[in-house]
């Protein structure tokens, strides 16, 4: 594993002086976007997993190559994990998409968590491991937290942990949740893994401070 990851490096030293005007006009409006037709095909797979094995369900959005959903099959084993990323080429290094447990499909996280909301679907856990952080100031909009589909997040609710290498982006993610009227807690990980992820490994390994970022959304 190499060991020289770069630590983010932003023009933007605290929570982004914009973020509760952003984030507070999200939640005023409906995020409304047209679903491409490679997601609904994505969705049709998971509808016809929960349909032939109905299980809860725990999201892994933004799961790269499925990693983390493979360690997460074993830590929820009554669970059906749905590890969703938009790269074919992250995706194709796991070696299965429909495993056991865990499904991964290709596909904008998004679009899949409209889906979920609309058919009443909730997961019960949602992780969010390493999203990409997107450092410059004027990109907040495309942070989860910065995003017009935040609002989906917290209709589809259940235990949400989000994790980073750069604590403004937890602590932004955090102060949105705030602001949505829910209130959770920042944590630094440990040093030494166990590691859920490959980019967790590599941000170990360079020596970068991890943060955890968990709440509780009741949908
Ligand atoms: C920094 S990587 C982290 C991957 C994995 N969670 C890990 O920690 O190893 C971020 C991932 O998000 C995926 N991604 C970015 N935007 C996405 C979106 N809107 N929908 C689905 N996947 C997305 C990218 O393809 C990439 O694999």
Redesign the pocket.
């Known amino acids: 594993m190499q060991a020289n990851s770069r630590v983010v490096s932003s023009n933007q030293h605290s929570v982004h002086p914009r973020l509760a005007e952003v984030v507070g006009r999200h939640l005023r409006t409906t995020h409304r976007a047209e679903i491409s037709a490679h997601n609904i095909q994505a969705y049709e797979r998971l509808s016809f997993e929960i349909k032939a094995r109905p299980r809860p369900l725990v999201l892994d959005?933004?799961?790269?190559?499925g990693?983390?959903t493979a360690a997460l099959a074993e830590r929820h084993p009554g669970h059906l994990i749905v590890g969703?990323?938009?790269?074919a080429r992250?995706l194709a290094k796991h070696p299965h998409s429909l495993r056991g447990n865990y499904l991964l499909l290709r596909?904008?996280?998004?679009d899949i968590w409209t889906l979920l909301a609309g058919d009443g679907l909730r997961p019960d856990y949602h992780y969010m491991?390493?999203?990409?952080p997107w450092p410059k100031a004027a990109h907040l909009q495309r942070r989860i937290h910065g995003h017009p589909s935040f609002p989906l997040l917290l209709t589809l609710g259940g235990t949400i942990e989000l994790r980073s290498n750069w604590k403004i982006y937890a602590e932004e993610f955090g102060c949105a949740m705030h602001l949505a009227g829910h209130r959770g807690r920042i944590v630094r990980l440990a040093n030494k893994g166990p590691d859920l992820?490959?980019?967790?490994q590599k941000y170990r390994c360079s020596g970068h401070a991890l943060w955890s970022y968990t709440v509780n959304v009741k949908p």
């Open positions: 959005s933004f799961c790269g190559t990693h983390s969703i990323d938009k790269s992250r596909a904008d996280c998004e491991l390493y999203p990409n992820t490959l980019f967790e």
